[in-house]
């Protein structure tokens, strides 16, 4: 015997009892956050940038890290995944990302791990998402090193809010001691930290500009091969460069 349908009335019941909702998802005809304040969020931002992830999914594993209300680990699964599991710190993210993936019928893992404990999941993923994660963590760039060292398989998409110059330009390999007229041009890779607050939420630690977001994913070994949105990157992962993960005092390798 098939398990009953949910009726509109029980889904709107069961949606505002695990409100509220950071991701606006169209649960058969529900919306979880019609009033947000980004609109229509985070489909406005998907129909940006899912074409550049192949509409056909089938015998790939699909881990999305801080998943939230998991709007994308159902477009994964949607496009025929063998397997997506998703991760977040947040139980009460993950009962929302459960209940929209038991509304529409769809068979994906929910585990309750933040980012740093990726290396507990013990297995690599054909593609990972990485999306709205990076400027909530006071230590970002480590993050993704241990997504390049325990999870990622081959394709990383990447989505970090970011502020300051969107101009990018190409920086040296080195510079002298006495060289900082650079640090002051718009266009270097800044990473601006937020002490207190921004947008009424304490959990915005940093925020890269441009060229600070496709530096960082350099320095962990992705290769960017995609930029369909403003903020989204599609990154192919490579063998990390020399020095990465290097900790402090470090012998000079010239010495």
């Not at 990157?233 to 900790?247: D, L, S």
Request: proline share 6%.
């Amino acid at each position: 015997m098939g398990v009953r349908e949910l009726t509109t009335a029980e889904i709107q019941e069961r949606a505002r009892a695990l409100g509220p909702w950071f991701h606006n998802i169209d649960l058969k005809g529900v919306h979880t956050a019609p009033d947000h304040f980004l609109g229509d969020y985070p489909n406005v931002k998907w129909r940006q940038f899912g074409s550049a992830i192949p509409a056909d999914l089938a015998g790939k594993t699909v881990l999305d890290i801080g998943c939230n209300g998991g709007f994308y680990s159902i477009e994964m699964k949607r496009r025929g995944a063998d397997r997506v599991v998703g991760i977040d710190f947040d139980p009460d993210y993950l009962a929302q990302a459960r209940f929209a993936a038991e509304v529409h019928g769809l068979d994906i893992e929910f585990r309750q791990l933040s980012v740093y404990d990726v290396g507990a999941l013990g297995e690599r993923f054909d593609i990972v998402l990485f999306m709205g994660v990076l400027y909530h963590l006071r230590h970002p760039l480590l993050a993704l090193d241990l997504i390049h060292e325990h999870v990622a398989g081959d394709l990383l998409v990447f989505q970090s809010m970011q502020r300051g110059s969107r101009e990018i330009e190409p920086v040296e390999v080195n510079y002298p001691f006495s060289a900082t007229d650079h640090f002051h041009r718009p266009s270097y890779p800044k990473l601006y930290f937020i002490e207190h607050s921004y947008a009424d939420d304490p959990t915005n630690w940093w925020v890269p500009n441009a060229a600070c977001a496709e530096a960082m994913l350099r320095s962990a070994g992705f290769a960017i091969e995609d930029h369909p949105e403003e903020e989204v990157f599609i990154c192919r992962r490579v063998e990390a460069p020399h020095g990465a993960g290097a900790v402090y005092p470090a012998r000079n390798p010239q010495t």
